[in-house]
């Protein structure tokens, strides 16, 4: 089985005085990062090796105290082995410009 690779963004909503106990969790698990902030919102990005440990880390969140809703905006997975290749001129997208121009 190949291991995988799970990037998502979470959109928490919480009350103001909520986001010290959310920055301790998040400090405090290796797998999110504080992406973004607004006063009652962040932006939180999680990288994860499985959609379990995801789902965990959704549900810490929804347990700290004033913490008020957290959506799941985005997910991806894919094979830490596709992942670890390098990006090269036969994996980018068309970009519709003219051939010979500089991307």
Known sequence: MN???HISSL?????????????????ATAS????????CRCVVLCETDN?????DCIDELHAVDGVLTVSLIY??????????KPIGQDRLPQSGLPQGADP
């Open 11 to 27: 959109v928490v909503q919480h009350r103001h005085d909520a986001i010290a106990r959310l920055e301790a969790l998040i400090d």
């Open 51 to 55: 959609q379990r440990v995801l789902m």
């Open 32 to 39: 999110m990062e504080i992406a973004a902030r607004g006063d």
């Open 3 to 5: 291991p995988e690779l």
């Open 75 to 84: 997910h991806h997975a894919e094979s830490r082995e596709e992942m670890d």
